[in-house]
């Protein structure tokens, strides 16, 4: 990492596209604004983790906005009470009903995280955040400073790409 994060210039830049993001999600005017100023401080805190250049908006734009969604995820939690303990025999319960499709699941789930570590970063990052984190096109493009007509091309290609892996992968599998 090059450079010292200038946080006036970091808040002034992506203040209104972490709001928007947040309030996208579902939170409340004022809790995104919180959440916002969390993510900040969160960012601050913890800039010597960021493995990037300052000057490189789009970098900066995508690890502010996976604090926030880890922000907004813990707020949720919180707020719904999930994540509490649940009984070994109740959890045992749900495990027995739906080993099977659980283990479907994982594998498909291994093949696509696969295929999608292959992919180029600048790929990899809006696809992540369009659909593992709900991200509209507006908000990717404020965050990594393109225009969303920039982000509609690059994911795309992400898409195109992801399906040649994915058919790669099984044609493999079924030589095997």
């Known amino acids: 990492m090059v450079g010292e994060m ?3 210039a970091v808040i002034e830049q992506f203040r209104s596209p972490l709001i928007g993001a947040l309030s996208a999600w579902g939170a409340a005017p004022r809790d995104a604004v919180d959440l916002a100023q969390d993510t900040f401080a969160e960012g601050y805190l913890s800039r010597d983790r ?5 000057s490189d908006s789009g970098a900066v734009g995508a690890w502010l906005y996976g604090i926030a969604k880890n922000l907004y ?5 919180k707020a719904t009470g999930r994540g509490r303990l649940v009984s070994l025999a109740s959890a045992s319960d749900v495990a027995e009903a739906s080993s099977e499709e659980a283990i479907e699941a994982e594998e498909q789930k291994a ?5 999608v570590a292959q992919l180029e970063e600048s790929w990899r990052t809006v696809l992540m955040m369009r659909y593992s984190d ?5 908000a990717i493009g404020a965050l990594l400073g393109m225009s ?3 982000v509609e091309g690059r994911l795309r290609r992400a898409r195109a790409a992801l399906k040649e ?8 599998e079924a030589r095997s």
Not at 111 to 115: F, N, P, Q, S
Not at 134 to 138: E, W
């Open 134 to 138: 709900g991200a509209s096109l507006a």
């Open 111 to 115: 093949v696509i995280t696969a295929a």
């Open 148 to 150: 969303e007509r920039a």
């Open 165 to 172: 892996q994915l058919q790669n992968t099984r044609s493999m």
């Open 73 to 77: 995820r813990t707020a949720q939690r």
């Open 6 to 8: 200038d946080l006036d």
């Open 50 to 54: 960021f493995h990037g250049e300052w």
